[in-house]
């Protein structure tokens, strides 16, 4: 089920599936095997908590269709209520409580930095006409966090816990060579295979983050094991 943040409890505004029954499904899963003893938790919580697409400062929108979550019980129409992104948050806490209170940790990853556009088909356009001394393709930080303040409150909400590993993947992507930047590319290869899925350069530096901050609490070895 592409598109779907891994919490039971709401459906999307934009079609109708069964987002909420498979992410139990999953979760029961998870639940009953005592040999899953880590849950890495990463999804776009933004997109759907906000329900828009990111455009930044884009030359021209990836997409401009919404996509709302809604809590189940609640009409399409509550995507325009005040109570919704409170509401949503909520459910988004219960999912990955409910893992730690089952005895499971829980590397919570926050927002990633979207880039807005579709990165290689930009990328290819500045190189087809030879833009010269061009910049690195990338957004500006303050975008990335005016964008993602209501995901980073909801989140923030869930007490520290021992079981509990917040993994910011904008100390990876942001202000790194160009302050005050997210990087879109880097040495000119793509991060981004479109406008918010990472390429496996994207995925291998969001890879690395992730077991780097769970090797410094001890939840895994560093070491390689053959």
């Known amino acids: 089920y592409g598109g ?10 934009d079609r109708t599936d069964s987002c909420s029954e498979f992410n139990e499904m999953v979760r029961n899963y998870i639940m009953s095997n ?24 884009s030359p021209q929108p990836a997409r401009a269709e919404t996509s709302y979550a809604i809590p189940i019980g609640k009409p399409a129409t509550y995507a325009t209520s005040p109570d919704r992104i409170p509401d949503i948050g909520k459910i988004y806490r219960n999912a990955i409580q409910a893992y730690l209170d089952a005895g499971k940790k829980v590397a919570l990853v926050y927002p990633e930095p ?12 500045l190189e087809l006409f030879n833009v010269a001394g061009r910049r690195p393709i990338s957004t500006g930080f303050d975008a990335f966090q005016k964008r993602n303040r ?14 509990l590993l917040r993994v910011y993947p ?4 942001c202000n790194i060579g160009a302050m005050e930047r997210c990087m879109s590319e880097l040495d000119r290869k793509p991060l981004y295979f479109d406008d918010d899925h990472f390429t496996s350069i994207g995925a291998e530096m969001m890879a690395q983050k992730i077991a780097g901050e769970m090797s410094k609490r001890g939840w895994i070895s560093d070491k390689p094991t053959h």
């Open 4 to 13: 779907c943040v891994p919490a039971p409890g709401y459906y999307r505004s």
């Open 34 to 57: 005592p040999d899953i003893q880590i849950v890495v938790m990463n999804a776009r919580w933004t997109q759907k908590l906000l329900g828009t697409e990111y455009y930044g400062n």
């Open 114 to 125: 979207e880039a807005g556009w579709d990165v290689p088909t930009y990328a290819a356009k």
């Open 170 to 173: 904008a100390e990876i992507f």
């Open 150 to 163: 209501a995901a980073y409150e909801q989140l923030d909400m869930i007490s520290d816990q021992p079981a």
